[in-house]
Structure formats: C-alpha cells, structure tokens
C-alpha cells in the first residue's frame, strides 16, 4: 500500500475502521491544533473568580475496537490427536 492518499478508504480500513475514512493528517493536525487553541483559552483566560468553562474537544471518530485476544489453546499429546483422527 504505498503512495496510496491518507484520506482514501484503504488506509482508513487499515488503521481501525470505515470512521476514519476522510481523516488525513491535515484533519488531524487541525483538530489537535483546535485543542491546543482551547486549552490555551482556558489558561490564559482572565475569568476572576470563577472557573474557566469547560471546552469540549473537537470530535474525533472512534477506531473499531479490536476484539480480545482469544485464549491460548490446551497443548495436546500425539496419542490424543491419533485419537481424534481415529474417530472419524
């Protein structure tokens, strides 16, 4: 998968999921620099003697979740795996 766009549906597959599909690296940079921009509101902010307000951050898709792992399978003897194939 080279020269393939980072916005383009393979690399969005490839990376957790069909949400990140548009989501390029400008559009991340642009989110985080979103952030950056509120976060520096709230500490610089002159509010007196209340609190600074609470910012929501820019939405962000969420990556499909990989599933857990499944458990380790029970090592098995020669003898039982002649076993099973005898049954047949």
Avoid: C
């Avoid at 642009?30 to 609470?54: C, E, H, V, Y």
């Amino acid at each position: 998968m080279q020269r393939l766009p980072d916005t383009s549906l393979t690399v969005a597959l490839a990376s957790g999921g069909r949400a990140l599909f548009g989501w390029g690296q400008d559009r991340h940079l642009t989110a985080d620099l979103f952030d950056a921009i509120n976060q520096n509101t709230r500490a610089t902010g002159q509010w007196g003697k209340s609190k600074a307000p609470k910012i929501p951050p820019f939405p962000r898709p969420e990556p499909k979740k990989k599933a857990p792992e499944k458990q380790a399978k029970k090592r098995r003897s020669v003898a039982e795996i002649y076993k099973q194939f005898q049954r047949r």
